[in-house]
């Protein structure tokens, strides 16, 4: 069991590796990673341009009928909603709008064999980190 845990992790962490190199080859500038509260986790918190960005990274090992996103459970958006509030209220809440995005990697036993970024997989959250439309 502790070795499927293991392993399980040690993906994981290749997936948001991927991912973070992903990002600062687009313009992004990482903000922060694995930021933990007790109402959730944020993989990656990165800003583009004037957009702070919440980035959930999903990996698989391999992809068949689903894609590493399909294993994001809305309990888990709900999370990742509130510890994102929770962060701006950390930072002293900015007045930039935050974005939500998903980036699903499929891992190879040596090398990355697709990586997908997607915008916006929650409602978009206005500046200052409050609730509704930008």
Known sequence: MKR???AHL????????A???LLLAKGYTLLARN???????LDIVARDGATLVFV??????REGIFRPGD???PRQMRRNFRAACCYY???GRPALPGRFDLIE??????WIRSIRHRLNYLPPLAPGGRRGDV
């Open 71 to 73: 294993n994001l459970s």
């Open 4 to 6: 499927l845990r293991a």
């Open 10 to 17: 040690a993906l994981g962490r290749r997936g948001e590796e």
């Open 19 to 21: 991912a973070v190199r």
């Open 89 to 91: 209220r950390t930072i």
């Open 56 to 61: 959930e990274v999903k990996t698989l090992r």
């Open 105 to 110: 990697v499929v891992a190879g036993r040596r």
């Open 35 to 41: 930021w933990r509260v007790k109402s959730g986790e």
